[in-house]
Nanobody
Framework: VQLQASGGGLVQAGGSLRLSCAAS????????MGWFRQAPGKEREFVAA????????YYADSVKGRFTISRDIAKNTVYMQMNSLKPEDTAVYYC????????????????WGQGTQVTVSS
């Protein structure tokens, strides 16, 4: 399994970015896909996840109402639209995949992509 994250960048507070995670290597119909982030000096934290087959989603409270996770089955890609960005959203964002349902614990995810940097200036 390979996960390729992209779409990070520098944006002003209040702005938007869309992250993409291109997945390959297997059929993901029984998988959950998640986004995590890690700021300097902090632990990796859960942001959002989606059930690949039925599209159910789950969000961290800190991003609920601002971020939207989605997937394009035909393109084998997961997206995260991030709106109303805040300086505290600054982090390296990682996509991850696990066989089974949605969970928020990073250690439960089997596959990880490389990170993409998101920087929000005030």
């Amino acid at each position: 399994v390979q996960l390729q994250a992209s779409g990070g960048g520098l944006v002003q507070a209040g702005g938007s970015l869309r992250l993409s995670c291109a997945a390959s290597g297997r059929t993901f119909s029984s998988y959950a896909m998640g986004w995590f982030r890690q700021a300097p000096g902090k632990e990796r934290e859960f942001v959002a996840a989606i059930n690949w087959s039925v599209g159910g989603t789950y969000y961290a409270d800190s991003v609920k109402g601002r971020f939207t996770i989605s997937r394009d089955i035909a393109k084998n890609t997961v997206y995260m639209q991030m709106n109303s960005l805040k300086p505290e959203d600054t982090a390296v964002y990682y996509c991850a995949a696990r066989y089974g349902g949605i969970v928020s614990r990073a250690s439960s995810y089997d596959y990880w992509g490389q990170g993409t940097q998101v920087t929000v200036s005030s």
